[in-house]
């Protein structure tokens, strides 16, 4: 079964440092995403880990770790425009996505 | 490149109705798939294609069909609309030569009577 869990919503202040956390429980599991969504907006891709570790591009890094079924998107620097709902994602080998419910970040100033 | 498109935008339906919710892709993806997002709630997968010619059943088929005729599009069907298939409807396309990230198209809204 498929089973994807990560915080309802967070709040943090512009300039500060915020790390989204997802565990996850997937048969067949593949690799963890993290996509970004803005309020009306299609969700849109920001990062994919299949390795264990950090993955760090520009403000936003992904950690990922296999035998602990946990993941984290940490976002740097942070700005009003990264208000959005947060999604992480495990995919299969079968090409499928399970989606979590989502985490909504308030970025404040 | 226009990516995922998505027809229509927005559509009001009265219970027991019928619709086709359109989606294609320019980017020759093998897989396509169809969700759902209710308020405050993720992405629920309705049904997916693996190819032309495929489909099949996601976490929350019932009430819908599918169809993929052409590699390029993805057919959602609802041949009796109920209120409880009020959502966002998002198709989306991945190819495993992109390690199977999807791109979304821009969601039909859908609100049934």
């Known amino acids: ?109 | 490149n226009a990516g995922v498109t998505q027809t229509p935008k927005f559509r009001v339906l009265k219970t027991g109705q019928s619709m086709t919710l359109l989606c294609a892709q320019d980017m020759n993806h093998e897989y396509m798939y169809w969700y759902r997002q209710d308020p405050g709630m993720g992405l629920r997968l309705i049904h997916y294609s693996v190819g032309e010619g495929t489909t099949a059943k996601g976490e929350v088929p019932d009430g819908y069909n599918v169809s993929r005729l052409k590699k390029q599009n993805f057919l959602l069907g609802l041949e009796s609309a109920a209120p409880s298939q009020t959502s966002v409807y998002f198709c989306a396309s991945s190819d495993s030569s992109e390690g199977d990230t999807q791109y979304f198209g821009p969601g039909t809204r859908l609100t049934v009577l």
């Open chain 1, 1 to 109: 079964g498929q089973n994807i869990d990560q915080p309802t919503e967070m709040t943090a202040t512009e300039g500060a440092i915020v790390q989204i956390n997802c565990t996850y429980q997937t048969s067949g599991f593949n690799g963890l995403f993290w996509y970004q969504q803005h309020a009306g907006e299609a969700p849109t891709f920001l990062s994919y880990n299949v390795l264990d570790g950090l993955e760090e591009k520009g403000r936003f890094s992904s950690f990922l770790s296999r035998s602990k079924g946990y993941s984290y998107l940490l976002l740097k620097e942070l700005q009003m425009k990264d208000s959005a709902s947060y999604l992480c994602a495990s995919s299969t080998n079968a090409g499928k996505s399970t989606f979590g419910d989502g985490t909504t970040l308030t970025v404040k100033p």
